[in-house]
DNA sequence: ACCTGAACACCGTTCAAGT
DNA sequence: ACCTGAACACCGTTCAAGT
């Protein structure tokens, strides 16, 4: 497949893949850039050819998984181009759903210290409001939502952190298994989301 | 102070402060044992006496993270003995400011990889449902303010993994600033706990 | 420009040995 | 019973050296 990339200067993108898979395989507590190396067959210390430590590499990696979050929130998105309502509620359990069939990118992009890994990358950083950063795509929604409903009391900022606050908390409990329920989570979660008492 | 401590048996004791001592201060990734030995003026290896290993003294200090921030709970609790409602409000407040007063605090008890960390004390584990377990305290409150109100038409167990994960939400965003507002954060909290079209 | 190997400081953990 | 010191395998990182 890629057998032109060894010493061609694709390391670094190989590199990013692996580390992704690896943190996956082994979570983000285990994870080593020694490991990284070898499971690309170059030396422990090639790697800072292409990346300054390995928070730096840690950085990329998290910028590749938050473009996979962005896309997955984009593609809910689109299931109701013409309801923001709808579609808010159905990016929150995409939002969802995306951290609990990836448990590991929770940590990955919430828990480790990123304020030193975000240099790196526009997809994190301070840039929060490009296009592209997840935290674009979910507030956008929120403006359309809020725009579109006259009877809505509250304001953005509150509503952006009342949304991604919500759907941020029951991906950690649920995808942590912090929340000792056992049974059917979509549902409990769908029956959450689908509540007239609350905006959705 | 506690000079009867050294050589003494205290040293588990010891041990457990320090350690959370050094958690707060250098933060959960750059914890380590044999630092903590180190401060506590005995060896690398002493700690093995008292501990099983690196996890088990995580999951003693998380331990005694996890009483505190019940105390934290059943404090909010107290200051409205009679309405339910302003409880559970007042304790989704308490929730956030004690994770945003402690911000390390989240990494040992919700990102940790405590599964494997579990099996020490009973506030962790799966008697999620003893007392002295946040959960059971945030359960109960959850539990009073459903029966005290017959017009809410959410179950138990939703109304449950809806409270926590909003405030849950709300303190990583907050406390980890991965959400990127200026300005008051507690009168944005609040007014998301204040408004009339959540149970709050 | 890109990679390697030796080296250093720092880990977690084990084990034989001391009191 | 409680603690120490040497030792081992594994880290991140630096540096001189190779192509």
Redesign the interface.
Known sequence: MQNQSYHHGDLKAELIRMGLKLLDQE?Y?RFSLRKVAKACNVSQTAPYRHFKDKDQLIAAIAAEATKEFDQSLKQALEKFPDDPKKQLKEMGIAYVNFFVHNPEY??LL????I?SKMKIDPCLS?N??LDGHP?HTFFNAVKRYKNNSPNE???E??L???C??????????IA??????EGDYAK??S??MD?E???W
């Open positions: 979570g507590e929770l940590r919430f828990l480790s210290d304020k301070e929060h409001f935290f009391t509250m304001g900022k509150e952006m952190l009342y991604w606050g919500l759907v941020h908390g029951i991906s950690v409990l942590n298994r912090d929340i000792p329920f409990l979660v029956s959450i509540s008492k609350f905006l």
